[in-house]
Nanobody, 128 residues
C-alpha cells in the first residue's frame, strides 16, 4: 500500500486547508485511516481517524485539540481520505502524515503503532 499526502501549505491563522491522502496498491474500504502530525521538536501526535464499522458505516475520532475544527472523511471510489481543517491556529503548524491500519496490529487507533503504512507527510504552516 502506498499513501500520498498532499494539500499542505502556508495559511493565515483562522484560515482553512484540506489535506488529501491518496492510497494505491491493494487498498480496501475496510482499512482504517488516520492522520497524525509532528511539529518541530515535538513527538508525533494523533489528529483524526476514520474507522470501518461494517458495510458502509464509518466512525470518526479526533484528538482533543482538533474536535470541532477538523473533519476527516473518505471517498472509497477515489481511494482517498481527506482532512478538512478549519479555524487553523499557529500551533497547528506541523508535518501531517496519513496512515493506514489494515487491522494486523493491535492497539488504539490513536497510537501510531496501530498503523501499517504511512505517507510521506505534507507540511502545514499557520502564520499568526
Amino acid at each position: 500500500v502506498q499513501l500520498q499526502a498532499s494539500g499542505g501549505g502556508l495559511v493565515q491563522a483562522g484560515g482553512s486547508l484540506r489535506l488529501s491522502c491518496a492510497a494505491s496498491g491493494g487498498t480496501s474500504s475496510s482499512y482504517n485511516m488516520g492522520w497524525f502530525r509532528q511539529a518541530p521538536g515535538k513527538e508525533r501526535e494523533f489528529v483524526a481517524a476514520i474507522r470501518w464499522s461494517g458495510g458502509s458505516v464509518y466512525y470518526t475520532f479526533y484528538g482533543d485539540s482538533e474536535k470541532g475544527r477538523f473533519t476527516i472523511s473518505r471517498d472509497n471510489t477515489k481511494n482517498t481520505v481527506y482532512l478538512q481543517m478549519n479555524s487553523l491556529k499557529p500551533e497547528d503548524t506541523a508535518v501531517y502524515y496519513c496512515a493506514a491500519d489494515t487491522g494486523y496490529a493491535s492497539g488504539s487507533y490513536s497510537m501510531g503503532e496501530k498503523y501499517d503504512y504511512w505517507g510521506q507527510g505534507t507540511l502545514v504552516t499557520v502564520s499568526s
